[in-house]
């Protein structure tokens, strides 16, 4: 069966730091993989999403970016935390045959 | 872009009554999905429902594409169930794919 592993759960971080979130999927091939914000109040916010190694959309202009180095491992990182980049991080990925989503457990970032 | 409007966006229901959610949108889909979000941030796929009904346990969900609605029925309603659940619909654009989330509706069961 396919997992989605995320962290970590939580992060405190200081402004101006760097960011390194990872997400690994199993039991699956060349999923489609994304990373979504959910910012206080509930809307979730689609932040880039990958269809396959080394290919990454943005969806916001923002101070974070996403790499895929491997077909079942996304990354998202920033160089220098914002007070604003807080909120909960959470990865998901999807079947090629099917466009049902699944999520991981979320990383809560608070930047202080 | 589709909008998706959910209702009531906060319910508060006694355990053991039932409850009906609504998702609204602005346009033809082709599929919709259902999330349930825990006190704890975990979202999980209840339900991917293109149209008609489907049913898993207490819960089931009916999606008439063609009103541009579905529904999400919580029947015999429990503690765990409260969270905040999530419709979403697909929207595409050139080469690409992603789903637009509702602002969700946030259920309070209490014993």
């Known amino acids: 069966s396919q997992t989605i592993h995320q962290w970590p759960a939580t992060l405190v971080q200081p402004v101006g730091s760097p960011l390194s979130l990872e997400c690994t999927v199993e039991?699956?091939?060349?999923?489609?993989l994304y990373w979504y914000r959910q910012a206080a109040g509930r809307g979730l916010q689609l932040l880039f999403y990958?269809?396959?190694?080394?290919?990454i959309s943005s969806e916001v202009p923002q101070n974070l970016s996403a790499s895929r180095p491997q077909d079942r491992q996304f990354i998202l990182s920033s160089k220098k935390l914002l007070l604003s980049d807080s909120g909960f991080y959470l990865c998901a990925w999807e079947p090629r045959e099917s466009e049902k989503l699944f999520f991981g457990s979320g990383t809560q970032l608070s930047v202080l | 872009g589709i909008q998706v409007e959910q209702s009531p966006p906060d319910l508060i229901l006694q355990e053991g009554a039932n409850s009906t959610l609504r998702c609204n949108f602005s346009d033809s889909v082709n599929n919709l999905q259902w999330f349930h979000q825990n006190p704890w941030g975990q979202l999980i796929n209840l339900f991917y429902i293109p149209s008609g009904t489907k049913q898993n346990g207490r819960l089931s969900a009916t999606t008439v594409a063609t009103e541009r609605y579905s529904l999400l029925y919580i029947s015999s309603s429990q503690t765990t169930d409260s969270g905040v659940y999530f419709c979403?619909?697909?929207?595409?654009?050139?080469?690409?794919?992603?789903?637009?989330f509702g602002k969700g509706t946030k259920l309070s069961v209490i014993p």
């Open positions: 039991g699956t091939s060349n999923p489609n």
């Open positions: 990958s269809v396959g190694i080394g290919q």
């Open positions: 979403a619909v697909p929207s595409y654009g050139a080469g690409s794919y992603q789903l637009t």
